[in-house]
């Protein structure tokens, strides 16, 4: 696989970083979204990053320049035709991740491989929406994409070896390090340790045990974690977990996964507009 073009479907927090990262990496990329204004919010995004980088001798303001000149920005789902692999990095629900993979596996050549950074979900159901199932794989990149070293190439059940091994080969030449997940199960490596984590930190603030920077605090010198679980709820965005519990509670069919109660309150609380940013430290 000869990869020049990268597309990138989805100008969020992970879209935006994942085309930076390849657009550092020297490829061109191709940044989709639905609205012209989430891919300015995204552009934005990616000249902090950047402008953080200059400011730290990392990079020079040319070279930023040339960076941004890599990336082209659309709301036409037809000018991924171009790419050499795509990316999805929409919101985790599943319905609107086989939506786009139907429509791309319309526009793609037909070897083209479309990956699905989806944190949890099933690789092997979004597949099925194509007529490539073998060339479809999860490709799990961790926020910021541009700083976190892990990607977790997650197979489908119809994912084949070639696919795997490209998609290694692509995390590599963007100086990842990629591990594979040969079963595709909910939560993969990380997020099936993490989540069961998140949810005993939530019901140890339930039950009054500690507060929020006091778990945080134990957990960050006890386990040596660069970050507290309420931290990193907080910055990866407290609706993102409660997705995930709730898609990992159902394809288990276990209630280990649930989202806890307090996390269910904050949810809701949030889509009636009650909080600004609806994190925990917010809500102490």
Same mark, same amino acid.
Request: proline share 3%; aromatic share 8%.
């Given at each position: 696989?000869?990869?020049?073009?990268?597309?990138?479907?989805?100008?969020?927090?992970?879209?935006?970083?994942?085309?930076?990262?390849?657009?550092?990496?020297?490829?061109?990329?191709?940044?989709?979204?639905?609205?012209?204004?989430?891919?300015?919010?995204?552009?934005?995004?990616?000249?902090?990053?950047?402008?953080?980088?200059?400011?730290?001798?990392?990079?020079?303001?040319?070279?930023?320049?040339?960076?941004?000149?890599?990336?082209?920005?659309?709301?036409?789902?037809?000018?991924?035709?171009?790419?050499?692999?795509?990316?999805?990095?929409?919101?985790?629900?599943?319905?609107?991740?086989?939506?786009?993979?139907?429509?791309?596996?319309?526009?793609?050549?037909?070897?083209?491989?479309i990956a699905t950074n989806t944190s949890s979900m099933s690789i092997s159901e979004i597949a099925g929406s194509t007529n490539r199932a073998d060339?479809?794989?999860?490709?799990?990149?961790?926020? #910021?994409?541009? *700083?976190?070293?892990?990607?977790? &190439?997650?197979? @489908? +059940? $119809?994912?084949?070896?070639?696919?795997?091994? /490209?998609?290694?080969?692509?995390?590599?030449?963007?100086?990842?390090?990629?591990?594979?997940?040969?079963?595709?199960?909910?939560?993969?490596?990380?997020?099936?340790?993490?989540?069961?984590q998140f949810i005993e930190a939530i019901k140890l603030l339930e039950e009054g045990v500690a507060s929020p920077a006091d778990i945080d605090k134990?957990?960050?010198?006890?386990?040596?974690?660069?970050?507290? #679980?309420?931290? *990193?709820?907080?910055?990866?965005? &407290?609706?993102? @977990? +409660? $997705?995930?519990?709730?898609?990992?509670?159902? /394809?288990?069919?276990?209630?280990?996964?649930?989202?806890?109660?307090?996390?269910?309150?904050?949810?809701?609380?949030?889509?009636?507009?009650?909080?600004?940013?609806g994190g925990f430290y917010e809500y102490e």
């Open positions: 696989m000869n990869i020049c073009t990268v597309g990138v479907v989805g100008a969020g927090a992970m879209g935006s970083g994942i085309a930076n990262l390849a657009a550092l990496s020297g490829y061109q990329v191709i940044l989709r979204d639905v609205e012209k204004r989430f891919l300015d919010n995204g552009l934005t995004r990616i000249e902090k990053f950047m402008d953080k980088s200059v400011a730290k001798g990392k990079i020079t303001e040319s070279e930023k320049e040339e960076v941004l000149n890599r990336i082209t920005t659309t709301i036409d789902l037809e000018v991924l035709k171009d790419a050499d692999i795509v990316i999805e990095a929409i919101i985790e629900d599943l319905d609107a991740k086989k939506s786009v993979f139907r429509e791309l596996d319309r526009i793609l050549e037909e070897d083209v491989i060339r479809v794989a999860g490709l799990h990149f961790f926020n #910021p994409a541009q *700083l976190m070293k892990l990607v977790e &190439v997650v197979r @489908g +059940y $119809y994912t084949s070896d070639a696919t795997v091994e /490209e998609l290694n080969t692509f995390a590599k030449s963007l100086k990842k390090e990629p591990v594979v997940v040969n079963k595709d199960t909910p939560g993969f490596i990380v997020n099936r340790i993490m989540i069961p134990a957990v960050k010198l006890g386990l040596n974690y660069p970050m507290g #679980p309420f931290e *990193l709820q907080d910055y990866a965005g &407290v609706d993102i @977990g +409660y $997705y995930v519990m709730e898609y990992m509670a159902k /394809e288990f069919n276990d209630t280990r996964f649930a989202p806890p109660m307090l996390l269910k309150q904050m949810i809701r609380a949030n889509r009636l507009g009650k909080k600004s940013n």
